[in-house]
């Protein structure tokens, strides 16, 4: 017998799934980072696109909206051509610049997604 009581080796057992199930939710969250490396270009190209037609809407110049941002225009550019990725206190300032509400949604996955292959 390992010397284990019935008590330290469920303790140990819950320990052992515990260690399991976190591995694989670091397993999933890494293969969801990858998957989001991929489309990363393409979604920092929509928020530029977003910038852009609020910017051409409001009938500012990329100019116009710098100064209001306390930034520079070639920042401006950079951010709608979608080449990096925005900071949210720069999408912030750019929001208000532009007198526009700036929504963020976080919402959590269903967990059947996180269980692939069991």
Same mark, same amino acid.
């Given at each position: 017998?390992?010397?284990?009581?019935?008590?330290?080796?469920?303790?140990?057992? /819950?320990? /052992?799934?515990?260690?399991?199930?976190?591995? $694989?939710?670091?397993?999933?969250?890494?293969?969801?980072?990858?998957? *989001? #490396?991929?489309?990363?270009?393409? /979604?920092? +190209?929509? *928020?530029?696109?977003? *910038?852009?037609?609020?910017?051409?809407?409001?009938?500012? +110049?990329?100019?116009?909206?710098? *100064?209001?941002? #306390?930034?520079?225009?070639?920042?401006?550019?950079?951010?709608?051509?979608?080449?990096?990725?925005?900071?949210?206190?720069?999408?912030?300032?750019?929001? !208000?610049?532009? !007198?526009?509400?700036?929504?963020?949604?976080?919402?959590? $996955?269903? /967990?059947?997604?996180?269980?692939?292959?069991?």
């Amino acid at each position: 017998m390992s010397g284990m009581t019935g008590e330290s080796h469920s303790q140990a057992h /819950r320990q /052992r799934l515990t260690a399991q199930t976190l591995e $694989r939710m670091r397993e999933g969250i890494r293969k969801r980072a990858e998957a *989001v #490396g991929r489309d990363h270009e393409q /979604r920092f +190209s929509d *928020v530029g696109r977003m *910038v852009a037609h609020n910017r051409l809407a409001r009938g500012m +110049s990329q100019q116009e909206l710098a *100064v209001l941002c #306390g930034t520079t225009q070639s920042a401006i550019a950079r951010l709608e051509r979608g080449g990096r990725p925005p900071k949210l206190d720069t999408l912030m300032r750019i929001a !208000d610049a532009l !007198d526009a509400e700036l929504l963020l949604e976080m919402r959590l $996955r269903d /967990r059947s997604d996180d269980i692939e292959g069991e």
